[in-house]
């Protein structure tokens, strides 16, 4: 089946420094990718829709100059946290599907679970 | 904001018992997944269901979906002490975009 995969897995930083996640689909080309936070024992908040060689569309109360999203290539989509927080800490998921439109289920990746110091 | 929310947000069996759980929508949809999430880790699919369906089958998996009260439910059969989890409903919006809206969960644990 279709892959996702997301590095790394689990990351500690100090304040003000920036993390930058990677999010890969392994077998198939994704021209969109989500990035979801989930905070501890919650659901999953949207934060970005990734769109291959366009800007990201933000959900509302994101800041896109603190979560930069690029996705260069059909492969390959990134979350970079900028200046991060202890705010920030939270486990980041991104998803992504083979198909642009129609009834198919996305694909997640294993999560990285961010933790600033 | 969430869409869909589910009850009960924490459900706990015995081994072999069946466990069931609801989840409430507000909008149109396109259709309704529910999904997966082991403790720390990504979420697996398990089931979608078209808003033109009305029941699914898949294993030990049951799925409804009643579009007229915007409502599903995830039936799990013979459970067993590995279907302990979170699981989730998200919905699929109508048109083109693909995001997904998850609800807020419910957490099963399975005793065995």
């Known amino acids: 089946g279709a892959v996702v995969s997301q590095h790394p897995s689990r990351v500690i930083c100090k304040s003000g420094t920036s993390v930058k996640i990677e999010c890969r689909s392994l077998d198939f080309q994704a021209t969109t990718m989500f990035w979801y936070r989930q905070f501890p024992k919650q659901s999953l908040m949207l934060m970005a829709t990734?769109?291959?060689?366009?800007?990201?569309?933000?959900e509302q109360g994101v800041e896109k100059d603190k979560f930069l999203i690029n996705h260069a290539s059909l492969t390959l989509s990134t979350l970079t946290v900028t200046s991060a927080h202890p705010e920030d800490s939270s486990f980041y998921i991104c998803s992504a599907g083979g198909q642009p439109y129609g009834n198919s289920p996305l694909h997640f990746g294993n999560g990285t679970r961010l933790t600033v110091t | 904001s969430q869409q869909g929310e589910e009850d009960p947000q924490a459900l706990s069996i015995q081994e072999g018992e069946n466990a069931t759980m609801n989840c409430s929508y507000k909008t149109s949809i396109n259709n309704l997944q529910w999904y997966r999430q082991n403790s720390g880790r990504g979420l697996v699919h398990l089931i979608l269901?078209?808003?033109?369906?009305r029941e699914k089958h898949s294993g030990r998996l049951r799925v409804t979906l009643d579009t007229s009260k915007k409502s599903s439910s995830l039936l799990i059969t013979a459970s067993r002490a590995a279907d302990t989890a979170s699981y989730f409903c998200a919905t699929g919006p109508t048109g083109s975009a693909r995001q997904l809206t998850f609800g807020s969960g419910t957490q099963l644990t399975v005793l065995p």
């Open positions: 990734s769109n291959e060689g366009s800007k990201a569309t933000y």
């Open positions: 269901i078209r808003s033109n369906e």
